[in-house]
C-alpha cells in the first residue's frame, strides 16, 4: 500500500523555526522528484520547493527563499522542509508530493501526503 505521511507541523512564533517531514511508504523515493506545497485558508494550493531526483536541484519560490530548505534522506525514504524565519504568512496547510519530474503543477505529481498544519503567530 503506497502511504506518503506527513508530520512536524505545529504552532510556532514568528521567527521561529520547523521542520516537516514526510515518509514514504510502498514506494522508494529516490527516483522521484518531491514537491512541497502549501494552502492557506480561502485560497489555492502553491508550490513552495522542490527537488529533483536526478540530479539534486533543488527550486524555491521567491516567498521562502533564503528561509526554507528541501532534503531528503533516500536511505530512510523521508523527505524534509526545514523552515526558518517563519512569518504570519507562511500559515497554511502544507503537502509533500512525489513524481517524475520537479514541477510547480499539482497535476505532475503521482503521490501526496495528507497535509499538515503549520500556524504561525504570537
Known amino acids: 500500500q503506497v502511504q506518503f505521511v506527513e508530520s512536524g507541523g505545529g504552532l510556532v512564533q514568528p521567527g521561529g523555526s520547523l521542520r516537516l517531514s514526510c515518509a514514504a511508504s510502498?514506494?522508494?523515493?529516490?527516483?522521484?522528484?518531491i514537491g512541497w506545497f502549501r494552502q492557506a485558508h480561502g485560497k489555492g494550493r502553491e508550490g513552495v520547493s522542490c527537488?529533483?531526483?536526478?540530479?539534486?536541484?533543488?527550486y524555491y519560490a521567491d516567498s521562502v527563499k533564503g528561509r526554507f530548505t528541501i532534503s531528503r534522506d533516500n536511505a530512510k525514504n523521508t523527505v524534509y522542509l526545514q523552515m526558518n524565519s517563519l512569518k504570519p504568512e507562511d500559515t497554511a496547510v502544507y503537502y509533500c508530493?512525489?513524481?517524475?519530474?520537479?514541477?510547480?503543477?499539482?497535476?505532475?505529481?503521482?503521490?501526496w501526503g495528507q497535509g499538515t498544519q503549520v500556524t504561525v503567530s504570537s
Open positions: 510502498g514506494f522508494t523515493l529516490d527516483s522521484y522528484a
Open positions: 508530493a512525489a513524481g517524475p519530474y520537479p514541477s510547480w503543477l499539482e497535476d505532475e505529481y503521482d503521490y
Open positions: 527537488v529533483s531526483a536526478t540530479d539534486g536541484n533543488t
